[in-house]
């Protein structure tokens, strides 16, 4: 069952699409899946993976041969190297598919689509705590507010810390001791 869905999300992912000719325009924004396309149907779309087993085989090539899409392998057939498109569709398999158990292809759309919406939808720390969304949305990080919260939270830090003396504290052992002669 793993293969037949790791093979449908390397096929949807738009992100995973690459048209030399610029017909398609796939953008990938900070952990965002946008795919603008302006093509003609009767053009394969180029579909871009990693030289892996699963991606470079008998199979693959079979259903290639019945679909208009062209599989580029990244660093072999283009310059570039697709670890965006891997991370994104590492992040759906193992957080969001791998855990249940998808029961049709119907399921597998639903759970997708759910995992979009719910990793474009919550605060990254890595987008210092702004969302996906609010990232494609325009919205900027404000850099003096986060460095006015740095500033408060070591304060914070620092009077906690003067009023703490460790050798006021007793330690875990000497408390047992007193429990157990009580």
Request: glycine share 4%; proline share 5%.
């Amino acid at each position: 069952m793993h293969h037949w869905v790791r093979c449908w999300l390397a096929l949807v992912c738009p992100t995973a699409r690459y048209d030399p000719g610029l017909h398609t325009k796939c953008r990938v924004f900070p952990r965002r899946w946008r795919c603008v396309r302006a093509r003609s149907p009767a053009q394969p779309i180029a579909l871009i993976s990693d030289g892996g087993i699963e991606n470079v085989n008998q199979t693959v090539a079979g259903y290639l041969a019945t679909v208009p899409l062209h599989l580029l392998v990244a660093q072999t057939d283009v310059s570039f190297s697709n670890s965006m498109i891997e991370t994104a569709n590492k992040i759906v398999k193992y957080r969001y598919i791998f855990n249940r158990t998808i029961l049709d292809l119907a399921h597998l759309e639903a759970v997708v689509g759910a995992a979009v919406k719910n990793y474009n939808n919550r605060p990254h720390y890595a987008l210092h705590d702004l969302t996906p969304e609010q990232i494609y949305a325009g919205k900027l990080f404000d850099t003096v507010a986060y460095q006015e919260q740095l500033r408060q939270a070591r304060e914070l830090r620092l009077a906690s810390n003067q009023g703490y003396c460790p050798s006021c504290v007793p330690l875990v052992d000497e408390i047992a001791a007193e429990v157990v002669a009580n």
